[in-house]
């Protein structure tokens, strides 16, 4: 996947740099945490003597990823043309230590299966694979010697995928597995604005900019539930199937960043920058959970960013 990202990307950077001059590319670290809650709950806990249930969710770290891209501006020209690929990776494990209490699943199939009341330990691994590329167009707007603005439009496309993959266990031997892929496609328009005010004789300035997405976008979630111990009790399915494909829906993601920018001295023109941002996704998460009805759940990203552009 990041060998076919890099290699699109590269192809429509070196398109692009032929036809025109005035090319500035770019390149950010950034160092995001990934947020599911409350749609990221696998498993309830049930103690036996206490008259308590808890909901666990999966709690993300931090992970670091990428941003790259190139900038184009035309000679005589009011427009630039904006080029970037977004990739972020991140998985967190989570299990429930055997004691007195129940751990029921909380994805459709475990449920369902006749052993959801049998299990006392549990354990799952999840991962979110996250990759956007966006194509837009800016016009820098001089309100003063010191602000500038540069509203912009263009074209999101994004690729998010989760792999979910639970382990299940009780006293009396009985074990088996649980395997969730839930996978987004979506594309549509979005636009924006971005501000930078540099003090009159610094090389510093205050940047910032805020931006939205509509897309409509497909869905596609598996759900596999499998007993691993060879035996079967009369009320239970040896495996058992959710699926939920092809669901074509639209989502609504806003992004903001907020930071400072600074030029270096050397002779190439290098301008360093660093800040923070945040994307939040409407309705990402789209589980089947145990009532059998597919979980709208909101899907967040935020962290540091810190990068550099050279200008050409």
Not at 109 to 116: I, K, P, V
Not at 140 to 164: C, M, W
Not at 292 to 306: A, R
Request: glycine share 10%; hydrophobic share 45%.
């Amino acid at each position: 996947m990041n060998r076919f990202v890099l290699g699109l990307f590269f192809l429509l950077a070196s398109g692009a740099t032929a036809a025109a001059e005035g090319v500035t590319p770019f390149a950010e670290a950034i160092l995001w945490h990934a947020s599911a809650e409350t749609s990221s709950v696998w498993a309830s806990e049930v103690p036996l003597l206490v008259e308590e249930f808890e909901a666990t969710n999966i709690e993300f770290g931090w992970s670091p990823g990428f941003r790259a891209g190139v900038e184009i501006k035309p000679p005589g020209s009011l427009w630039d043309v904006r080029l970037a690929v977004t990739h972020f990776n991140t998985s967190q494990d989570a299990s429930i230590e055997d004691g007195l209490n129940l751990v029921i699943p909380e994805f459709f199939s475990g449920f369902l299966s006749g052993d959801s009341i049998d299990f006392t330990t549990a354990s799952v691994d999840w991962s979110i694979q996250y990759t956007t590329f966006d194509m837009e167009l800016g016009h820098e707007i001089y309100l003063s010697d010191t602000l500038t603005i540069r509203p912009n439009f263009g074209i999101k496309a994004a690729v998010i995928d989760q792999d979910i993959d639970s382990h299940w266990a009780d006293f009396f031997g009985v074990t088996a597995v649980e395997t969730v892929d839930h996978r987004f496609f979506g594309i549509g328009p979005s636009a924006g604005v971005g501000a930078a005010w540099r003090p009159q004789g610094g090389g510093l300035s205050l940047v910032g900019d805020i931006s939205g997405a509509l897309l409509y976008g497909t869905w596609n979630v598996e759900d596999d539930f499998r007993r691993t111990d060879g035996g079967t009790s009369p009320s239970s399915y040896e495996a058992f199937s959710t699926s939920m494909n092809d669901s074509k829906l639209g989502t609504v993601m806003l992004r903001s960043f907020f930071g400072a920018q600074w030029e270096l001295p050397w002779r190439t023109r290098v301008v360093g920058r660093i800040g923070y941002e945040m994307q939040w996704w409407a309705n990402q998460q789209r589980l089947l959970t145990f009532q059998q009805l597919p979980m709208h759940g909101d899907l967040t990203f935020q962290g540091g960013v810190c990068g550099f552009a050279v200008y050409y």
